[in-house]
């Protein structure tokens, strides 16, 4: 499989982004219900195609990765954290998670950051050996921070020096 094209999101990617994050949809991942129509907008307030940088394979998406702060805090702004990673289920296992964490790494880098974080679940184990293959060490646990599907299951808090 070809190596995927990586670029920043535009504002034509909002349809394609929306349907790519509503097929993904997961229990391993989400804390959130499932997605039911009608769909709120892909970008928003919280959310602008700024944030994020997608993957494409044959001028389709098939990933993406949204970079934000942590906080707001003057005293924080050398941070960015991961906020989200979605890949296509026909692009698993092609690199193309490891591409957008990567050029995430190399994002944050150019905007100044000294480190990068993300949270991903206790039971998202693919993720979690992702983000170990690429340097993440594990910095926190949150025992039992939420209930999802009946089960309790850990916030396990990641970062690496920039």
Do not use: C
Request: glycine fraction near 10%; avoid cysteine.
């Amino acid at each position: 499989m070809p190596l995927a094209l990586i670029r920043p999101a535009r504002l034509d990617d909002e349809e394609a982004l929306g349907r790519l994050d509503r097929a993904t949809w997961s229990p391993l991942h989400s804390v959130q219900p499932r997605p039911e129509p009608p769909y709120d907008p892909f970008f928003g307030e919280r959310s602008v195609p700024g944030d994020y940088l997608v993957a494409e394979l044959g001028g389709s998406v098939v990933g993406f990765v949204r970079l934000g702060r942590p906080t707001s805090l003057a005293s924080n702004a050398h941070v960015r954290q991961i906020q989200g990673l979605v890949v296509a289920e026909e692009a698993r296992g092609a690199g193309v998670g490891r591409a957008l964490l990567r050029a995430a790494r190399e994002e944050a880098r150019r905007q100044g950051a000294r480190r990068l974080t993300l949270r991903v679940l206790g039971h998202n184990t693919p993720a979690r050996k992702l983000y170990e293959s690429e340097g993440f060490v594990v910095e926190g646990v949150l025992p039992e921070e939420f209930l999802v599907e009946g089960a309790y299951v850990d916030d396990v808090f990641m970062g690496t020096s920039l």
